[in-house]
């Protein structure tokens, strides 16, 4: 018998009710559901109550919310290798697969083995402060060293594979995954990435110089960022998928490298990656004035 985790964002109740609709459909499909504790309360399904880990080792984890909330599942079950497909309750839904109304479609597909598997670059970012690691994070989208609110810009010394490349000035420095190309990156000017490419993004945040641009690389080389001190106390933080993170201090290395696991994606549409560039980005409108 085949386990399906979901997880809702519970701040979203109309994302609670639709577990609702879709555990108690499982349960009389003879498939089991499984929530964590706290949304079962809220479900008001208690039969359906398991631990974290157990819904994390599902055979399929359904996360409904938006991407972020696919983000924080994505770190936590990417390591596990479980399978992931997301329902999007957001506003853009670049990492999720379906709509609400999609959603039991999406399960029947799953149940009759009717998908694909999109196998995603994870990023692993590692601080180290004179020669000790302090930190080691994993990112589905991207890692970003920036300035805090009140700092100035900051001097980013970049390094790949341990040779240097350019000092950044800039209010920060963003490496994306393919996945991740069409979040910040993105908004900063990066370039957009098929999810399917084997490349890591490094692109500047408004940089000082014109000429400072997006550099494109093989994802299996390591990028190293060295923060340059420009004030006595700088407000300087890594931040791993808007999410998580910690303060730097000066010559603090952050170390960006791909993972030795990705996050498993489910596609129920071989092409769903256009379409959502289409339907996104509206892409699928006339972008010119022309006649």
């Not at 985790?5 to 009710?17: F, M």
């Not at 300035?147 to 920060?172: C, E, S, W």
């Not at 996945?179 to 990156?185: F, K, P, W």
Request: hydrophobic share 40%; with cysteine.
């Amino acid at each position: 018998m085949k386990t399906i985790g979901l997880a809702p964002n519970p701040n979203k109740d109309d994302a609670i009710e639709l577990t609702v609709e879709l555990a108690d459909w499982l349960s009389e499909k003879r498939v089991t559901p499984i929530v964590t504790e706290d949304v079962a309360v809220s479900m008001g399904r208690p039969q359906y109550s398991a631990s974290e880990s157990e819904v994390l080792d599902a055979d399929l984890l359904m996360v409904l919310g938006g991407d972020g909330t696919m983000l924080r599942w994505g770190r936590l079950a990417a390591p596990r290798g479980t399978l992931m497909v997301g329902v999007n309750f957001g506003q853009y839904g670049f990492i999720t697969e379906t709509h609400p109304e999609d959603a039991k479609e999406a399960l029947k597909k799953f149940l009759s083995d009717d998908y694909f598997i999109s196998e995603r670059v994870v990023l692993k970012a590692s601080v180290a402060r004179n020669g000790e690691n302090i930190g080691s994070y994993y990112a589905l989208n991207d890692v970003v060293v920036s300035k805090g609110p009140f700092a100035r810009m900051l001097g980013l010394n970049t390094h790949v594979d341990d040779q240097f490349i350019v000092t950044y000035t800039a209010d920060g420095i963003i490496i994306a995954s393919p996945t991740g190309s069409t979040a910040y990156s993105l908004s900063a000017g990066g370039p957009v990435v098929h999810p399917d490419v084997n490349v890591l993004i490094i692109t500047p945040i408004c940089p000082h110089t014109m000429n400072a641009r997006s550099l494109v690389i093989p994802d299996t080389q390591s990028v190293k960022i060295v923060p340059e001190c420009r004030e006595e106390k700088p407000e300087i933080m890594v931040t791993v998928d808007g999410q998580l993170g910690q303060h730097l201090e000066c010559s603090d290395v952050v170390e960006i490298t791909k993972a030795d696991f990705t996050a498993r994606l489910v596609q129920i549409e071989p092409h769903s990656f256009y379409n959502k560039l289409q339907s996104r980005l509206r892409w699928g409108e006339r972008l010119s004035g022309g006649q």
